[in-house]
């Protein structure tokens, strides 16, 4: 008879790797916004305030662009939930394997199309990838969703920031550094590097963040993954 027993520091692992997620999916909102006319494909709260702002009469902002990419960050969340409803809770199950390996996939060939485009692609080759990685990041953030690591809101980062702020700095004994601020920062740093790496080819950072889901796809199904056969 085996018994199934926890992985000793499962919880740091989760940390790490939805760290990393956020790294990436502040690269892909960075050449998005700068690269692909002004659109957000890694989260949706950017492209409803484009929109917002663009409907009601702000000068040279998209519509199109953000709205495709509501819609299809909308339906890639919407298939990983439907993939994910039969195994609830927070453990890691082949399905989130095989989410992250497709979206990795998806992601290795936008960089490919973006160069051999040679950054001279029209508004349908930007559409095309702007909502490509929506799709991606859609189904990502339900994955990061279920994840969920304790003070470590990796999808409404806002609320890391005010939490941070109005909690960890006016608490006594708190602390500053804390995985609230974590978060903030990386996703920063994810957009510092995707635009930065812009400058050597728009499909540097396309690249490189496919290299990290599929690196993450690899190290959950070896470490944190659940189900038959994982067991002791």
Do not use: K
Request: proline letters at 3%; charged letters at 10%.
């Amino acid at each position: 008879m085996s018994i199934m027993v926890p992985i000793a520091g499962d919880e740091r692992r989760r940390m790490y790797l939805l760290t990393t997620l956020t790294f990436v999916t502040g690269m892909v909102d960075g050449v998005g916004f700068v690269g692909l006319d002004h659109v957000f494909g890694g989260t949706a709260t950017g492209n409803i305030l484009i929109l917002g702002m663009a409907l009601g009469g702000g000068a040279d902002l998209p519509i199109v662009g953000p709205l495709a990419a509501l819609v299809t960050f909308s339906l890639g969340a919407t298939v990983a939930g439907m993939l994910l409803r039969g195994h609830p809770g927070r453990d890691w199950v082949s399905t989130i394997t095989a989410i992250l390996v497709v979206n990795a996939v998806v992601l290795a060939g936008l960089a490919g199309l973006l160069a051999i485009t040679q950054e001279r692609f029209d508004s349908t080759v930007q559409m095309t990838v702007s909502s490509a990685t929506a799709l991606v990041m859609g189904a990502q953030a339900v994955i990061a969703r279920r994840m969920a690591v304790a003070e470590m809101n990796t999808i409404v980062i806002t609320l890391s920031l005010v939490a941070w702020v109005g909690d960890s700095l006016v608490r006594p004994g708190t602390g500053i550094w804390n995985r609230r601020i974590v978060v903030v920062l990386v996703l920063f740093l994810g957009a510092l590097v995707g635009v930065a790496l812009m400058r050597v080819h728009i499909g540097v950072p396309m690249a490189l963040a496919a290299a990290l889901v599929m690196t993450i796809a690899v190290i959950g199904h070896r470490t944190l993954r659940t189900g038959p056969g994982v067991h002791v």
